[in-house]
């Protein structure tokens, strides 16, 4: 009964991907507090954007293969698809009706001066992979094959095509799609190339191409292996992730001994993981390297997800601990603060591998209960001297020399 529509994986491609059209799409679950304060706001600039930019939602709860599609890993999540419909941007303004029709009509000029400009969204592979449409799928020849793809350490799914071929077109939006995604959710560590087969026929004979697409993957020192999986992008992204996630060490566990530390591991991740550990006169180096132990065996069970990774001493950052509301007691404690939308969520649950990985699931999809940083801004991290994987030693009390000192002549030293 009102202008948003409803999008599901059956009219999805249709409506949005297909159209000329800017669209504003909701991905929400019907479970989440904040999804359900953002709908009437949603509606009303449904309304008023009616006939101008069309906007839609998707139940990302139930139409989850949708969701992953996108990145979606939390709710809710407003995608802007412009001109670029294989690469949509993320929306960062206001949730009301109106800051959501100024960030609509904002996207909308940048639109029509890119078609003003010449910049098109076009999707043929001659566009795509020589980057005119700024897509991500990655043109490979004869000449450049062994250079990029075997002599690199990223993992490389590669479709085989021919221009003349049904199924290569079909393919060719979401082979297009799945690219940009896979870059940013993996940070290009794995790429997604295409060989036109017709002309670079060295490259089709030496993997025994025999039809089209054929798409096979490609580790560095390994055989190539043929892609057994669905050709939707879904199904694709899925497969890379897996390969990803499968390759990648675990991410690193990182000391905030500076403001600089904090920064470089939490401005490109949607998640900074921050634990803080008793004193190390509470635990020795012993318990201390166990609480740490248990961090990196979430860090790498998490490592898909592409999280940063901190811990800091009792009492070192309390600027931090003020801003998270832990300070001064119930060692260790945990937080998980996403940088862009200063938002934050504490570990209610043991500091154990069940109770972390419990409180984590629950903030991948959106369950868990969060809280705004302490005045919205990331509080002062101070400089201090990193463990240096010892235990801790008590300060050295100052001695007296009372030798030189005069006992009271009325003193009785018999007494003592």
Not at 5 to 15: G, Q
Not at 193 to 202: I, Y
Request: charged share 25%; proline share 4%.
């Amino acid at each position: 009964t009102d202008d948003v529509v409803e999008l599901t994986p059956s009219n999805f491609n249709r409506e949005v991907l297909q159209s000329d059209a800017l669209w504003l799409v909701e991905f929400y679950a019907p479970w989440c507090g904040h999804c359900k304060n953002l709908a009437p706001e949603w509606k009303k600039a449904a309304t008023a954007l009616k006939g101008v930019v069309k906007v839609g939602a998707v139940d990302a709860d139930q139409h989850n293969s949708l969701g992953g599609q996108y990145g979606i890993r939390g709710f809710p999540t407003i995608k802007v698809f412009g001109g670029n419909k294989n690469k949509p941007e993320e929306y960062q303004g206001g949730r009301t009706s109106q800051a959501i029709v100024d960030g609509a009509l904002n996207a909308l000029k940048s639109l029509v001066k890119d078609r003003l400009s010449g910049k098109t969204g076009g999707s043929s592979y001659k566009q795509v992979c020589s980057g005119s449409s700024g897509q991500d799928v990655v043109e490979l020849t004869d000449d450049n094959f062994d250079k990029l793809v075997l002599g690199s350490d990223d993992i490389w799914m590669v479709e085989f095509f021919a221009p003349w071929c049904g199924h290569c077109k079909n393919l060719e939006p979401e082979w297009a799609a799945a690219a940009s995604s896979v870059k940013d959710q993996t940070k290009g560590r794995v790429k997604l190339g295409a060989v036109d087969a017709t002309v670079h026929q060295g490259l089709a004979s030496r993997y025994s191409i025999r039809g089209f697409p054929t798409i096979k993957i490609f580790r560095k020192g390994e055989e190539p292996e043929d892609y057994q999986g669905g050709r939707s992008r879904g199904d694709i992204i899925n497969t890379a992730l897996d390969l990803f996630s499968d390759n990648a060490p675990p991410p690193e566990l990182v000391e905030i001994i500076n403001e600089d530390a904090l920064k470089k591991t939490c401005e490109d991740s949607q998640l900074c993981v921050i634990a803080v550990l008793p004193h190390i006169l509470d635990t020795g180096a012993a318990g201390r390297n166990d609480y740490l132990d248990v961090m990196l065996k979430m860090a790498d069970k998490y490592k898909k997800k592409m999280w940063g990774w901190l811990w800091t001493e009792a009492g070192a950052q309390m600027d931090l601990e003020a801003a998270l509301g832990i300070g001064g007691f119930g060692y260790p404690a945990m937080a998980a603060i996403n940088t862009r939308k200063m938002k934050f969520a504490l570990l209610r649950g043991s500091f154990s591998e069940t109770g972390i990985h419990e409180f984590l699931r629950e903030l991948s999809v959106g369950r868990g209960s969060t809280a705004t940083l302490g005045g919205g801004n990331m509080p002062k991290i101070s400089s201090v001297v990193a463990w240096d994987g010892k235990d801790g030693q008590l300060p050295l009390e100052e001695e007296y020399d009372l030798s030189d000192v005069d006992l009271d002549e009325d003193f009785d030293k018999d007494e003592l």
